[in-house]
């Protein structure tokens, strides 16, 4: 759920920035999910797993970036965009720029001969080069750690929306949390159900507004969401 969620902050940080420049109009992000996410993790920051059939793209696209000889910076690009569209369909361990162990742990590449075209490549490679650069991998790096570092609760609050209506310190549509905390009589409970089954004219300030009911969400999650909303109450007032 977390990856998920992950994955389309992550596209919308990304999409203003990575030109997905289509060849022929193809898509080359939706075919590198079609035709290469068989063997390579696609994730940035990228996962590795136990048994993975390949270096994760991240790694790949990195490997050739860098690894690629040229006189001249400004070919580097175009020779690693022509560098996959021969590799994946001509593979060898004398091309690979895999180091030896991790050619013995893979075995070499499967010739993709066949099941793409050299116009697909050029698509797949472009967005390769402008997707697993070193500044959106930092980029996803650092946003990855602050939401590791906020509580769960919060996590969650910005996960479903809530946000769009609520502040920590500040009424919005809905009611600042902290004053949703400090209102005589709201238990865990009381703010359980409300989340649950959604509340209405229980505010003055909110002005006949109205809070949905979260039907969907996890008993646990909304419980995790609610003690999270209490704890502001004895936090000192932040920015
Ligand atoms: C059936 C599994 C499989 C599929 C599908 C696959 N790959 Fe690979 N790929 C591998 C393996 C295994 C390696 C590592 C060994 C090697 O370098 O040949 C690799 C390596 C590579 C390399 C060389 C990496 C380096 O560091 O030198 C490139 C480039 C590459 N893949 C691109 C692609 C692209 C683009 C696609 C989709 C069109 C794709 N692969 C689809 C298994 C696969
Ligand atoms: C469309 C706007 C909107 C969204 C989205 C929204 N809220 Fe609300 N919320 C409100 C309004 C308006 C109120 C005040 C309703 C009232 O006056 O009874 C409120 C009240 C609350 C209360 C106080 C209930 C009580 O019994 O005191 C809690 C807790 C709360 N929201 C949590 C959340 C959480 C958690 C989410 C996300 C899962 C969320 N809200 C999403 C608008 C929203």
């Known amino acids: 759920m977390r990856i998920i969620f992950l994955t389309s902050v992550l596209?919308?940080?990304f999409s203003g920035c990575s030109q997905d420049k289509k060849v022929n109009n193809l898509?080359?992000?939706?075919?590198l999910e079609q035709k290469c996410t068989k063997c390579h993790n696609i994730d940035l920051p990228p996962k590795t797993f136990k048994d993975e059939k390949a270096p994760a793209m991240m790694a790949v696209a990195f490997h050739v970036v860098h690894?690629?000889?040229t006189e001249d910076e400004s070919q580097r690009i175009p020779k690693a965009?022509?560098?996959v569209k021969d590799y994946v369909i001509n593979p060898s361990a004398s091309k690979s720029f895999c180091d030896k162990a991790s050619l013995k742990t893979y075995g070499i590449m499967p010739s993709q001969k066949g099941k793409v075209t050299q116009d697909e490549l050029q698509a797949i490679a472009e967005y390769m080069f402008s997707h697993f650069t070193?500044?959106?991998?930092n980029e996803a790096q650092l946003l990855e750690n602050k939401l590791n570092a906020m509580p769960k609760g919060e996590r969650l609050?910005?996960?479903?929306?809530?946000l769009s209506c609520h502040k920590v310190d500040k009424k919005i549509v809905g009611p600042a949390f902290r004053d949703i905390a400090k209102r005589k009589g709201n238990s865990l409970a009381v703010l359980m159900h409300s989340i649950k089954n959604g509340?209405?004219?229980?505010?003055?300030s909110s002005k006949g507004a109205v809070m949905p009911a979260f039907k969907k969400l996890r008993d646990a999650d909304v419980k995790t969401?609610?003690?999270w909303i209490l704890s502001l109450k004895s936090q000192k007032d932040k920015k």
Do not use: P, R
């Open 199 to 204: 509340s209405k004219k229980k505010y003055a």
């Open 27 to 31: 898509d080359g992000k939706k075919l």
């Open 11 to 13: 596209l919308l940080l």
């Open 157 to 162: 609050v910005l996960k479903n929306g809530c």
């Open 225 to 227: 969401i609610a003690q």
């Open 81 to 83: 965009i022509a560098f």
């Open 134 to 137: 070193e500044k959106n991998l």
């Open 67 to 69: 690894f690629i000889k």
